[in-house]
């Protein structure tokens, strides 16, 4: 079996999708995604998709021996990731 790799040139600043672009892109699809699938829209390697399922930083489930990802379940997860983010600099505090 061959392998063929995809190289994706880099993006630049002013080609990253915002966080609602993610989200509306995830919850378009209407079928399960794959790492392949998840890796595109994040603009990631499909290596670290997997290395995030398999932390369980990113909710997933199997099919068989396939890492499958629900894409409402996603797009819930990229909204809570993004509302810790986005937390006021005011509330920020260093220790020093």
């Keep these: 079996m061959s392998r063929t790799s995809r ?18 892109r995830l919850e378009a699809s209407k079928s399960a995604l794959r790492a392949r ?3 595109e829209i994040f603009g ?14 990113i909710p997933c489930f ?10 409402g379940t996603v797009a819930e997860w990229l909204r809570r990731r993004m509302s810790v983010v986005q937390t006021p600099v005011s509330q920020v505090r260093i220790a020093v």
Excluded: C
């Design 7 to 24: 190289s994706n040139p880099p993006r630049t600043s002013n080609e990253l999708p915002n966080s609602t672009d993610l989200v509306e």
């Design 37 to 39: 699938d998840l890796a």
């Design 44 to 57: 990631v390697t499909q290596q670290h998709i997997y290395k995030m399922a398999a932390l369980g930083v």
């Design 62 to 71: 199997r099919v068989g021996a396939s890492v499958r990802f629900d894409p």
